[in-house]
């Protein structure tokens, strides 16, 4: 392949999962154009455990003197895509198997409508030890395309496309807000409203490492960020009016599931 790839890993105070992560990258089997650190005001010793690879060229680093927030490191990210024909945004606590990329780009070459691609992966705990998988790969196909708004949020509705697994096709990033104000729901809406764009898609292969740690949980995220998504998602509901009660109904479950997760937490914790 001839494409131009770029990867970018969000890194902050993590120097030994980053690691990781960078000999992940150097050992696909598909090698990008480069790998680029965007740390985000990590303490000086996080460079210092990758500064052989900065000095040898294998990689590139990009440091801010103080962390400006995930948001805004992501948004950074997003136009280094410009003069990318690929791009992927890694969080450094993950691993990629050496497939991830070869697999990715060839299927969006093969699918040229398509902005952005997720995948599967498997979960891994604090150890790099396997633990699970992020999609039951028996329920879901193989591949699954979701070519507008409303596919999306059908997606949505029912699951979740995993935001870490996500490869970028670079010319569709110009411009490209980050809705930083819906806090841990973010992705949601970023990948909803790129599909105005173009055509996502879900291949349903195990290609990355996806570590658990504590505050991902959607039973522990900010209530204010599900009250923002639940706003987003009626309006969104008279953009499209076929999808206004099943949205409405979806809000509902949505709603009565949080508050008796929370009953349980006060009960049994």
Not at 96 to 103: A, N, R, W
Not at 230 to 256: A, C, H, M, N, Q
């Amino acid at each position: 392949m001839s494409s131009k790839i770029g990867v970018c890993i969000l890194s902050y105070n993590r120097p030994e999962y980053l690691r990781k992560a960078i000999e992940s990258v150097l050992n696909q089997s598909l090698r990008p154009s480069w790998i680029e650190i965007m740390d985000n005001g990590s303490d000086p010793s996080v460079r210092e455990s990758v500064r052989g690879w900065i000095e040898d060229g294998s990689i590139l680093w990009k440091g801010e003197s103080v962390n400006k927030g995930v948001h805004w490191n992501f948004q950074k990210a997003l136009t280094r895509g410009d003069s990318m024909d690929y791009l992927y945004i890694m969080h450094d606590d993950d691993v990629l198997l050496p497939s991830f990329l070869k697999e990715g780009v060839g299927f969006m070459l093969n699918h040229p409508e398509l902005v952005a691609l997720a995948c599967n992966g498997y979960e891994i705990d604090s150890d790099g030890i396997r633990i699970g998988n992020l999609h039951n790969p028996k329920r879901r196909k193989s591949v699954e395309f979701f070519s507008s708004v409303v596919d999306m949020v059908n997606l949505y509705m029912k699951t979740f496309m995993a935001f870490p697994s996500v490869i970028y096709r670079g010319e569709f990033l110009a411009g490209v807000e980050v809705p930083s104000r819906f806090g841990q729901l973010m992705d949601v809406v970023f990948l909803t409203e790129l599909a105005r764009k173009g055509g996502l898609a879900y291949l349903n292969k195990r290609l990355f490492e996806y570590r658990v740690h504590g505050g991902q949980d959607s039973t522990v995220f900010k209530e204010d960020d599900w009250r923002l998504l639940e706003k987003y998602y009626l309006s969104l509901s008279k953009d499209f009016p076929r999808l206004s009660w099943r949205i409405k109904v979806y809000l509902v479950r949505r709603r009565l599931s949080r508050y008796w997760k929370k009953i349980k937490r006060k009960l049994f914790c």
